[in-house]
Structures are given as structure tokens and as C-alpha cells.
């Protein structure tokens, strides 16, 4: 079965940066779209960013676009994200996650994404 495991979440001042690491392991990797998401107000994880791992693609949430960037290794299955100039209301838990889809409609949400890692709690306070 694939795992994902998260990690670099941690405490971070407000305008500060912080890069979140995204390992895969186990099974046979068949999901082409790699995302970011990250626990919301409501029950659905809210989207923060995806990357086609096929041909390097990427997509953002209007509320991280130019703040925020993904980015995968070229030799492991491995994605990152990095974060600039962060603000309190970043902070939360978040989490990666793996999907077979690429289509816009597919890849947005948190219902299509198939494994899950646990979660890096983010925190950005002074």
C-alpha cells in the first residue's frame, strides 16, 4: 500500500518562510497528481496545491498563489512545498496526498485523492 509522510511543519514568525517535505513509499506508485491540503474551518480539507508528477504541471488555490510553490524530485517519488512571506491564518495542520486523476475536476478537491499522509502541524505566530 502507498504511504506518505509528511514533514518540516513546525513554528514559523508571520513573513517568515517554511518548506514542507512529502516522501512516498510502498506498493506500486500508479497516481499521477501529487497535492497539498490543509485542514479548513469545515469537514473538507481545503485545496492547496497539486503537482502532475508525469510532466511537472502545477495548479495553486487562489488563496496561496504567489506565496506558495510545489516542486518534486527528479530520482524519488517526493514533492515539496515551499512557503514565503506567511501569515497567521497558515496556520493549521498539512497534509499530502495521492491521486490516479489529472483532470482539473479531479484533482481540486480532497474526495478524489486516494492516500493520505498524517498531517504537519504548521503554526505562525510571533
Known amino acids: 500500500q502507498v504511504q506518505l509522510v509528511e514533514s518540516g511543519g513546525g513554528l514559523v514568525q508571520p513573513g517568515n518562510s517554511m518548506t514542507l517535505s512529502c516522501t512516498v513509499s510502498?506498493?506500486?506508485?500508479?497516481?499521477?497528481?501529487l497535492g497539498w491540503f490543509r485542514q479548513g474551518s469545515g469537514k473538507e480539507r481545503e485545496f492547496v496545491a497539486t503537482?502532475?508528477?508525469?510532466?511537472?504541471?502545477?495548479k495553486y488555490g487562489d488563496s496561496v498563489k504567489g506565496r506558495f510553490t510545489i516542486s518534486r524530485d527528479m530520482e524519488k517519488i517526493m514533492v515539496f512545498l515551499q512557503m514565503i512571506r506567511l501569515r497567521p491564518e497558515c496556520t493549521t495542520v498539512y497534509y499530502c496526498?495521492?491521486?490516479?486523476?489529472?483532470?482539473?475536476?479531479?484533482?481540486?478537491?480532497?474526495?478524489?485523492?486516494?492516500?493520505w499522509g498524517q498531517g504537519t502541524q504548521v503554526t505562525v505566530s510571533a
Open positions: 496526498a495521492d491521486t490516479p486523476y489529472t483532470a482539473v475536476k479531479d484533482v481540486l478537491t480532497a474526495r478524489g485523492y486516494r492516500y
Open positions: 510502498g506498493g506500486t506508485f500508479g497516481g499521477f497528481t
Open positions: 503537482l502532475n508528477y508525469v510532466d511537472g504541471s502545477t
